[in-house]
């Protein structure tokens, strides 16, 4: 099946600062690429995604980019306030086209440091 | 609010006795889904189902046994809990198999085997 890998496990950036959060996927078929957020306490809630018919989207501060090629994705936060502290989970859809579950990586807890 | 909601929110169970989690949609999506979040591991998919009555296993399934006997309703159950099973299991909903559209995440029951 599909494995995630997700680095770095805790980023801590300043305030107005960039941050990156970066993933890797194993199964070539993979084409669908959320990425959550989940405030302390709360649930997971769907931030932004990515097909892999495109390489890049954005969303105000958030975009997300992909590299079929390498198997790999990135978050990419700029300007980051506060209220970006939270864990962040990249996945991928499961390998086979079936409906099965997406396969998530272990997540990303971002600190802003004011 | 999100459409789908789990009960109980917590519960302290003693190792041995079943324990049946239970989560209600009112979206009408056909596809449902358990997970369970440890820190270090992320999210990690237990059973999901793509139909009234369809069902199957995901990565850590030993345990557990699911069932859905109508489209709203997904129950996850703990046939004899063990303190291994401490961890906080989300249900997720979607439209499209496989999450393709993204997930809405219900607020998660925390489990307490002691």
């Known amino acids: 099946g599909e494995n995630v890998e997700q680095h770095p496990s805790t980023l801590s950036v300043q305030e107005g600062d960039s941050a990156v959060i970066k993933c890797t996927y194993s199964d070539s078929a993979s084409n669908y690429f959320p990425w959550y957020k989940q405030e302390l306490g709360k649930r997971p809630q769907l931030i932004i995604d990515i097909r892999s018919n495109v390489g890049e989207k954005k969303d105000q501060r958030i975009a997300v980019t992909l590299n079929k090629t390498a198997k790999h994705f990135s978050l990419h936060i700029t300007e980051t306030q506060p209220e970006d502290s939270a864990v962040y989970f990249c996945a991928a859809t499961p390998s086979g086209g079936g409906a099965d579950g997406l396969t998530f990586g272990k997540g990303t807890h971002l600190i802003i440091q004011p | 609010d999100a459409g789908i909601t789990q009960s109980p929110r917590h519960k302290v169970t003693e190792t041995g006795t079943p324990v049946t989690l239970r989560c209600h949609q009112t979206e009408n999506h056909r596809y449902m889904y358990w997970y369970r979040q440890d820190p270090g591991h992320g999210l990690r998919l237990i059973h999901y189902?793509?139909?009234?009555?369809?069902?199957d296993k995901g990565e850590v399934s030993d345990g557990y046994s699911v069932s859905r006997s109508k489209t709203e309703d997904f129950l996850l159950t703990l046939e004899s809990a063990t303190s291994s099973q401490t961890s906080v299991y989300f249900c997720a909903i979607s439209e499209s198999p496989g999450g393709r559209d993204g997930y809405t995440f219900g607020s998660g029951t925390r489990l307490t085997v002691v």
């Open positions: 189902s793509y139909g009234v009555k369809d069902t």
